[in-house]
């Protein structure tokens, strides 16, 4: 790969916010930022790769998606689960896209789509194999990797279809958030098109080709209740689609990089990957 495709860039050791405990870089990982992956709109997207330093054959990849109510975050939010993975030998890439208000539905999602079709089209020098392909992502992010694994754009002959998916406290259904505090966050992603709040949901586009699922949500989780990740399991399973719930007791939104339950779900993330992907 060419080091103008890789360029690397001074970054902290240890994240501001998100991680508890901090984030420390393993001397079997290399990581390298600021990748441009996408020029939509005239502006430069970009992700941070996380590549093993012994790694042999090929191995599946992962893509993560962070959250951050579709108008902030920042990819270092999935840069621990990212670097769990890359030290077993797997490479992976967090990726930014673009925010509301300045850019409705499907911008977000065409952003996803093109961080898949990047990892795919250099999986010959990342050493990751194409079919093997699996996002991760928590709240707006959980949302956009249920989509990456309920639709599928072809562009140049590579398409954006993931293998599996691992979804955190995500919005699988739009049309059911009612609430006054939900309304206006939905109307600066969806716009006034009464059709967007369907097209932007996973929940109708599940067929019997979506990728198999794990959902991880907190009973205590008041920004996006648990009902939705339950709601989005049914409609899987009810397609012949392998679907997986992990119920975190008491848990909050956002849960998943704070104790106690980082540890958990980094595990039951690993073992479902490892049973859809193989090692």
Known sequence: MADSDLTERESEVTPPGFNDPPFVLPDTVELRTGIVYSRPSGRELTLDLFLPKHQTGRKPGMIFVHGGGW???????????????????????????????????????????????????????????????????????????????????????????????????????????????????????????????????????????????????????????????????QKLQACGVRAELFVAEGAAHGFFNRPPFYQPTLERMEHFLREILGD
Do not use: C, K
């Open 71 to 233: 108008r902030g975050g920042t990819p270092r939010q999935f840069w621990r689960q990212a670097t769990h993975l890359a030290a077993l030998g797997w490479p992976g890439v967090s990726i930014s896209y673009r925010f509301t208000p300045e850019f409705h539905f499907p911008s977000q999602l065409e952003d996803a789509q093109a961080g898949v079709r990047w990892l795919r089209a250099h999986a010959d020098e990342l050493g990751v194999d194409p079919n093997r392909i699996g996002a991760a992502g928590g709240s707006a992010g959980g949302h956009l990797v249920a989509l990456l694994g309920t639709t599928n754009v072809v562009v140049d002959r590579i398409h954006s279809r993931v293998q599996a998916v691992v979804s955190f406290n995500g919005v699988f259904d739009f049309p059911t958030l009612m609430t006054e505090d939900a309304r206006e966050p939905r109307r600066a992603l969806l716009g006034d098109d009464p059709e967007a709040p369907i097209r932007a949901s996973p929940l109708y586009h599940v067929d019997e080709n979506a990728a198999p699922t794990l959902l991880l949500h907190g009973t205590a989780d008041v920004t996006i209740p648990i009902a939705q990740s339950l709601a989005f399991q």
